[in-house]
Every structure is written in C-alpha cells, then in structure tokens.
C-alpha cells in the first residue's frame, strides 16, 4: 500500500473520524441551541460555519498521533 491510500488509512482513523462527526454535531446543536439570536453575529449566526468550526474542532481534539 503505496501512495494516497496509505496516506488516508494513517491519517482517517476511527477516532479522528468520530472527531469529525461529534464535532459537527456538537457545532451545529451549539449554533442551534445558544447561537446568536440577532443574525449580527459572523460566526454563531451561520449553521455552516459552526458546523465546520465544529468539524475542526473535533477533528484536532481527537487527533493522536501514531508513534512510528
């Protein structure tokens, strides 16, 4: 296993994807459910980025990396 297969299978593993997904759904509840109410807000006023913000946020939390 050569190349970007090899590549994908480090970097996507279990837990790094169950980052993702928790954190985009911990981002879209939080703009849900505490959001800014206004619409004058950037950030919390638009599902998409909270939800990617969220994505990311998860992603890096659940990151380890492998000892080589």
Known sequence: ???IKA???RTFTFRFTA???LGAV???LYYHF???RTGTCPLKSN???MTLYGMLFGGILFYKKKKE
């Open 47 to 49: 599902p998409y980025l």
């Open 34 to 36: 505490i959001g800014c």
């Open 26 to 28: 911990a981002g879209y």
């Open 1 to 3: 296993m050569t190349g």
């Open 19 to 21: 980052g993702i997904i």
């Open 7 to 9: 590549w994908l299978k």
